[in-house]
């Protein structure tokens, strides 16, 4: 055990060592890598700063500031006894090295105060700005604070831990929205749309049954992914009394939890010691934290602080007229393959991981980026925590001067190092396509989508079974081991399952709609890969048929707590799920050739019955072979099963306590699962 610690801290020693130089090559990497001349750079002559530290630095006897500014024709830096207001303390001027770095020294103790930081461009003074490594904001993040991290840190933070965890696809993510989490008057929390809600325990709705971080920790799952909780935008955190609501999505300061989610956001601390006490409280509760993560743009363009400081070089530009690229859909993309934003990803990770222990991230638009900066992004913090998980959406929202052979897209997978992609097949598969919410998908009985669920219980990969021309949109396997795939049916992007079923199905009665509900997510937690849950989705969360709440009112998005009430028959299902998949590896195969040799589809023709079986004892599991069956139409089905005794383990969209052997052939119900076993 010693031998392998230290093992692992040499290893990580010579990961950050050599940082600079990966960053510079880029030959370290895993998969393709980007020839940067491919894609349009009017800023190739800048001289890259790989090794500078960046930012602002504080000790009790001086403050350090350095900033990359190459174009820059003065650069100052101005300091402020309060986070808003005309308090000025001083003007200090900065003197710029070789490589395009300003830097200033404030002698003597400077904690707590305020700054900004100024450009000069064309003879023209640019806006006041943090900056963009700003570790501490005040409100609204307009100005960086000079601050002590140490004082940030709560009691025992050094004793703080992760759960543990081994494989991938032993994870059960939960995606959730901080304010979603507490804010309604029924979830039993005082921090509503808090930080610290997920820090209070012992907390119930108005029916007495346990809410907040207590039912996360009830329902089984592994890993919190929370929305962006970085400082965004669009929130006026001036203003906390007013209901303001946004997933966040416009990032403003990457290294700075949200001011809206902290007790207090003009203190700079407040926000960074809550954020660590979420954590905290989540690692005690068994839980892992992933940070959603929003790299691929920013909130502003013009005015946002790279361009303030380093006007266009953060961000890809059309050669044709040197314009904006703008495959995000928000007005700008960054851009990854130059080098100094690839440092500063790089960096802005390694620092969530170190001061605030996240345990993953979920990379948005991630094919904005390229693979090569998203494998160094892996490798560097694999070192430093070789259990760290990483996802991300395997498209772009719009057309990118990055070549599509190296983005970091769905299909290219294969190339990514230990980085997973979301599953649009299995997800639209399933229920419909989220673009159209008239669609149905296998269990909302179109019969037309049984391969692409196929090839969603395969993890993407490849099977000698699986009919690719008949997968919906990908026709041929993309991922090498099944740790590559997210599998899911709902999330906080497009309607909530149960809106798109009950859009998508007007004709069903409500107890069909709740079948069609639990035979999808049975698919997605007994499918190879790692399964994803939308918050609520156990108590059947509704939008009331909303498309795009981002910035719709807490009455649309937050959680109703009294929905566990209402439908605590679900939420027991799926807690039944998530225990049965933790409980039996067979489900948790790490390679493909696993599932390649243990899981067999039985050769059924009915387009609306999918059945295979698991077996020998796949990936050391109890059971010598696990049998599924999934009837997506509403006609009762029939089906031989395969020789010898089974026992039942769900029928019926029921765990019975004790139930018959089964032998010879079986009646399926209606839009039902059903799973058997042979010991």
């Known amino acids: 055990m010693r031998y392998s610690i230290l093992l692992l801290v040499f290893t990580a020693i010579l990961a950050l060592a050599f940082l600079p130089r990966l960053l510079a090559q880029g030959k370290k990497s895993v998969g393709r890598v980007f020839p940067a001349s491919l894609v349009y750079n009017p800023f190739e002559t800048y001289p890259v700063a790989l090794e500078e530290d960046l930012g602002v630095t504080w000790s009790e006897t001086r403050t350090v500031c350095n900033i990359w500014s190459p174009a820059a024709q003065a650069m100052k830096l101005k300091l402020y006894r309060t986070p808003t207001g005309n308090d000025l303390i001083g003007e200090f001027k900065c003197?710029?090295?070789?490589?395009?770095?300003?830097?200033?020294?404030?002698?003597?103790?400077?904690?707590?105060?305020?700054?900004?930081?100024?450009?000069?461009?064309?003879?023209?003074?640019?806006?006041?700005?943090?900056?963009?490594?700003?570790?501490?904001?005040?409100?609204?993040?307009?100005?960086?604070?000079?601050?002590?991290?140490?004082?940030?840190?709560?009691?025992?933070?050094?004793?703080?831990?992760?759960?543990?965890f081994r494989n991938p696809t032993d994870a059960v993510l939960y995606e959730l929205h901080v304010r979603d989490f507490s804010v309604a008057p029924n979830s039993g929390m005082t921090n509503k749309g808090k930080f610290l809600a997920f820090t209070e325990t012992g907390t119930r709705n108005s029916h007495g049954q346990i809410t907040g971080i207590d039912h996360i920790a009830?329902?089984?799952?592994?890993h919190v992914h929370l929305l962006p909780s970085f400082d965004f935008c669009s929130i006026d955190e001036s203003k906390p009394e007013v209901p303001q609501f946004n997933w966040g999505y416009d990032p403003q300061n990457y290294n700075v939890p949200e001011g809206s989610y902290a007790s207090d956001p003009e203190e700079g601390k407040v926000r960074i010691r809550e954020f660590k006490k979420m954590v905290q409280s989540m690692h005690r509760k068994g839980l892992r934290v992933v940070m959603d993560v929003v790299y691929n743009h920013t909130g502003r363009t013009g005015n946002s602080n790279f361009n303030q400081l380093?006007?266009?070089?953060?961000?890809?530009?059309?050669?044709?007229?040197?314009?904006?690229s703008n495959a995000s859909a928000c007005g700008n993309e960054t851009a990854s393959d130059r080098a100094m934003m690839r440092k500063f990803m790089i960096e802005s990770l390694q620092y969530w991981v170190k001061e605030?222990?996240?345990?993953?991230?979920?990379?948005?638009?991630?094919?904005?980026?390229?693979?090569?900066?998203?494998?160094?992004?892996?490798?560097?913090?694999?070192?430093?925590?070789?259990?760290?998980?990483?996802?991300?959406?395997?498209?772009?929202?719009?057309?990118?001067?990055?070549?599509e052979n190296f983005r970091a897209?769905?299909?290219?997978?294969?190339?990514?190092?230990?980085?997973?992609?979301?599953?649009d097949d299995i997800r639209d598969g399933i229920k419909g396509s989220v673009f159209d919410e008239k669609s149905t998908g296998f269990a909302s009985g179109n019969p037309g989508m049984a391969e692409s669920v196929k090839f969603g219980i395969v993890a993407a990969g490849d099977h000698p079974q699986i009919d690719f021309k008949q997968v919906n949109y990908s026709k041929e396997p993309y991922t090498t081991n099944p740790g590559s795939v997210i599998n899911y049916v709902s999330c906080h992007d497009n309607q909530t399952l149960y809106d798109k079923l009950k859009a998508s199905r007007p004709?069903?009665?409500?107890?069909?709609?709740?079948?069609?509900?639990?035979?999808?997510?049975?698919?997605?937690?007994?499918?190879?890969?790692?399964?994803?849950?939308?918050?609520?989705?156990?108590?059947?969360?509704?939008?009331?048929?909303?498309?795009?709440?981002?910035?719709?009112?807490?009455?649309?998005?937050r959680i109703d707590w009294d929905w566990k009430f209402e439908n605590r028959d679900l939420v027991d299902f799926y807690k039944g799920l998530i225990s049965l998949r933790k409980s039996h590896p067979a489900f948790r195969m790490t390679t493909r050739e696993m599932i390649s040799e243990n899981l067999a589809f039985l050769p059924v023709k009915d387009p609306q019955l999918i059945a295979y079986v698991i077996g020998n004892h796949a990936n050391q599991d109890p059971w010598l072979r696990i049998l599924m069956i999934?009837?997506?139409?509403?006609?009762?089905?029939?089906?031989?099963?395969?020789?010898?005794?089974?026992?039942?383990?769900?029928?019926?969209?029921?765990?019975?306590?004790?139930?018959?052997?089964?032998?010879?052939?079986?009646?399926?119900?209606?839009?039902?699962?059903?799973i058997l076993f042979q010991e």
């Open 95 to 164: 003197r710029k090295n070789d490589m395009g770095v300003w830097s200033v020294i404030l002698e003597g103790d400077y904690k707590g105060r305020y700054y900004t930081l100024q450009a000069k461009f064309k003879g023209k003074w640019g806006s006041e700005v943090p900056d963009p490594y700003a570790k501490a904001v005040g409100v609204n993040g307009m100005r960086g604070q000079i601050i002590d991290l140490n004082e940030t840190d709560p009691p025992d933070w050094d004793q703080d831990r992760s759960p543990e």
């Open 218 to 222: 009830e329902m089984g799952v592994t």
């Open 310 to 324: 380093v006007p266009g070089y953060y961000y890809r530009q059309w050669q044709k007229d040197g314009t904006y």
């Open 356 to 403: 605030y222990h996240v345990d993953g991230f979920r990379f948005d638009l991630m094919a904005i980026h390229d693979i090569e900066t998203m494998n160094l992004i892996s490798a560097t913090l694999h070192a430093i925590n070789p259990s760290i998980l990483l996802y991300g959406e395997g498209w772009t929202a719009g057309d990118s001067p990055l070549p």
């Open 409 to 423: 897209l769905k299909k290219h997978a294969r190339e990514l190092d230990r980085i997973a992609v979301f599953s």
């Open 507 to 557: 004709d069903a009665d409500e107890a069909t709609l709740l079948k069609m509900h639990k035979l999808a997510n049975t698919i997605v937690l007994t499918s190879q890969g790692i399964p994803f849950l939308h918050a609520g989705v156990e108590m059947k969360r509704t939008k009331n048929g909303e498309h795009n709440s981002f910035n719709k009112p807490d009455s649309v998005n």
């Open 630 to 674: 999934f009837n997506g139409s509403e006609e009762l089905k029939k089906i031989d099963l395969p020789a010898g005794n089974w026992n039942v383990v769900l029928m019926n969209h029921q765990f019975p306590d004790a139930a018959p052997m089964l032998s010879g052939s079986l009646e399926i119900e209606p839009v039902s699962a059903t």
